[in-house]
């Protein structure tokens, strides 16, 4: 029973997380605090990771569901959220034209990424990607986010 209470409150402990922790700042994140925040936590938010017109879907379920969004209030956080939590580039699967709309690269880029793949096998981490040739070490590593493995 001490076992189960203990675990129990780990668990809340571990759930109780700053929004600050979780999101990135930028306009509109207070907003997304103050208005998604009122129903969950920043986790949630923080691990999706939506085209616009998803964010756009996900923000209208929650209206359905009593969300108080002014008009303005609902521009704010669709932009906060379609550009601090878009879809991540599946970077071992994706094609170079993904990757150079996913990641903001060059073609030239984005095709290197690929070549590099298909001569080396599978990216397992962001310092896998850095030793492609052509890649700035630091572009990549502030885009590592939105690059999933």
């Not at 997380?17 to 938010?45: F, M, T, Y």
């Not at 964010?55 to 550009?83: C, K, R, S, V």
């Not at 080396?120 to 890649?135: A, C, M, Q, T, Y």
Request: glycine share 8%; net charge negative.
């Amino acid at each position: 029973m001490r076992y189960a209470v203990s675990l129990a409150i780990g668990f809340l402990l571990v759930g109780v997380v700053r929004a600050d922790d979780v999101l990135p700042n930028g306009p509109g994140k207070e907003l997304v605090v103050k208005r998604c925040g009122a129903c969950h936590s920043p986790q949630i938010v923080a691990g999706e990771d939506e085209t616009r017109d998803q964010w756009n879907d996900t923000l209208n379920q929650m209206m359905g569901m009593g969300a108080p969004l002014t008009e303005d209030e609902f521009n704010q956080i669709l932009d906060y959220l379609a550009t601090n939590f878009p879809p991540k580039v599946r970077i071992n699967r994706a094609s170079a034209e993904r990757i150079a709309d996913g990641l903001d690269l060059t073609d030239k880029q984005a095709q290197a990424i690929v070549q590099y793949r298909q001569q080396h096998g599978n990216f397992k981490s962001i310092e896998d990607l850095l030793r492609v040739p052509g890649l700035d070490a630091k572009v990549m590593t502030d885009k590592k986010k939105f690059i999933a493995f």
